[in-house]
């Protein structure tokens, strides 16, 4: 009987695409990689405890093609195979040429995050090309502080996640806490402000008693305007 994994070839070419979207085995392993290093970041500022958060890139739009982390596993440890390639759901994006091919080596027995539903609205509603989620304490408790949304204005930071450090009132929304990323989905469509010619955007969303999104164009500025809203929501509290 012909071994499935040795009779794929595909299993191990980097220039495989998995389907109609360009989306290559090269790229999700070099995204593996990328998220592997940024998760082991925000693991070790202790924004990650146990196996809290989860991290995506974009890998193509149309239709929308994601790569996020596995579910369950410690975000200190991840390795590029701990990746899941998902779609505008959060769903696992087989590969109907040879799912079966697809699974010890790059990982893609895993489940996507838990939260993958959450990532993918972000990246579609606010064309975000990276998001990262963690369970960070400042962000919890300024959750708790402000239900309504967090206000902040006056400060110099503010210019690092795209607005003025004076004069300008900025609000980092608030969504109550959900097991279904439908429905936390709707709420971040409901408290989104895209960018106006006026005003950018606010790339963050605070899970009220759980944690906070952030996101960008790319993995670097995500992580930007992550550090710098934590950063942003400790003085809110410090100050209060
Ligand atoms: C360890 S509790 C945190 C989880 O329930 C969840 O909120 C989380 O952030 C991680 O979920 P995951 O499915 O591993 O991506
Ligand atoms: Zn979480």
Known sequence: MTDPVAAAP???DAGHVFD???VSVSSLRDAGAALAAESARFAGFGWMPGTAGNLS???ARDPLRLAVTASGLDKGELTAADIVLVD????????????????????LASKPSAEAGLHARIARVAGAGAVIHVHALAAVRAGHAWPDGVV???????????????????????????????????DFERVYQPSTPDAAEVPALIVAS????AWGADLRQARWHLELTEALLQIALATR
């Open 20 to 22: 109609d979207t360009g």
């Open 88 to 107: 505008d759901r959060g769903e696992w994006v087989t590969d109907a040429a040879s799912p079966e091919a697809f699974t010890a080596d790059l990982g």
């Open 57 to 59: 890139v974009t890998l």
């Open 152 to 186: 902040l204005h006056d400060l110099e930071m503010l210019k690092g996640i795209g607005h003025s450090a004076h004069g300008e009132r900025v609000v980092i929304p608030v969504v109550q806490n959900h097991q279904d990323m439908r429905v936390l989905g709707d």
């Open 210 to 213: 759980h944690g906070i999104y």
């Open 10 to 12: 595909s299993a191990v």
